[in-house]
């Protein structure tokens, strides 16, 4: 496996204005359904929900974009409409965890940083690391939930 080598370019941070919540349903199904809510509002912020690829029985959800502070109670109360909700929380950090963009000199570098990376803890919180979408040549990842105050070194 490729050992994940330097950056090959500086990495943007952004400040994000919203929370990320978790949310875990007792069967695969409920969660398939509550993919379905990506884009509908929660007190004003378009959520997106996707499944959590770190789930191995596909119970898991991811919900971007909610209202900083937005409790975890509320949450739990507006999946329930898809299924049995067996965990939910919001995770925010400070003025919000933000993201970040990082490029390497090549994909297979890129997938290594993925794999070593992507559900561990930076700065006291679990990040996530995936590869962007709009990245041509698989080089470009993105990083959610980087705490406030992480800086580029």
């Known amino acids: 496996m490729a050992q994940a080598g330097p950056p090959a370019k500086r990495a943007r941070t952004a ?23 990506s884009g509908s509002m929660i007190d004003g912020h378009e959520v997106e929900v996707e499944l959590d690829s770190r789930s191995k029985d596909g119970t898991k ?17 507006y999946f329930e409409q898809c299924g049995d909700v067996k965990f939910a929380d919001c995770v925010s950090s400070g ?5 970040a963009e990082v490029r390497f000199d090549d994909a297979a570098c890129a997938q290594a940083a993925v794999d070593q990376l992507n559900g561990s803890m930076l700065g006291g919180a679990a990040i ?15 990083v959610s939930n980087v705490p406030a105050g992480i800086e580029w070194q």
Not at 20 to 36: H, T
Not at 61 to 76: F, H, M, N
């Open 15 to 37: 400040e994000a204005n919203f929370a990320i919540g978790e949310v875990r349903f007792a069967d695969p199904s409920a969660a398939q359904e509550a993919v379905g809510l």
């Open 128 to 142: 996530t690391v995936t590869h962007d979408s709009n990245s041509q040549d698989g080089t470009r990842l993105v």
């Open 61 to 77: 959800i991811a919900v971007k974009g909610l209202p900083l502070g937005y409790d975890w109670k509320k949450l739990k109360a």
């Open 95 to 99: 003025a919000g965890g933000g993201n």
